[in-house]
């Protein structure tokens, strides 16, 4: 491999693990990865402390990673909808040119 090749592959790696190595942990230990439930509850709780929520949800999950997997469930077949939806969109739109790329031919002998 040439130099510049070593030269950006290390980049790349300082890129990556230095941000993750200067990073210090927050000081309570946890919430570093929040979600906005969890930042939502605690607004919540601090304008109206007296709030009762309307509903209770219909599926709680066994445990915080549990939850996660679905959310990256959902958030990939979510991904997975748009990707066919564009691809068969430009598919479709390649098809059409082409259709009329070799229809055009045709109707000029026609014409004579």
């Known amino acids: ?4 090749t070593w ?3 290390a980049a790349v790696v300082l890129l990556t693990v230095l941000p ?3 990073v210090s942990a ?3 230990g946890e919430g570093m990865f929040g979600g906005s439930d969890d930042a939502a509850r605690q607004a ?3 304008v109206a402390p007296g709030y009762r929520p309307w509903f209770a949800p219909v ?3 066994a445990s915080a990673e549990i939850a996660s997997l679905l959310f990256a469930l959902q ?8 990707g066919f939806w564009l691809g068969m969109s430009v598919a479709r739109e390649r ?6 790329a070799t229809s055009a031919p045709l109707q000029e002998r026609r014409a004579d």
């Open 1 to 4: 491999m040439k130099f510049r």
């Open 7 to 9: 030269g950006i592959l």
């Open 20 to 22: 993750l190595w200067l």
């Open 26 to 28: 927050p000081p309570g």
């Open 44 to 46: 919540i709780g601090t």
């Open 59 to 61: 599926f709680e999950p």
């Open 75 to 82: 958030a990939a077949a979510g991904a997975g909808v748009i």
């Open 95 to 100: 098809a059409r040119r082409d259709a009329g």
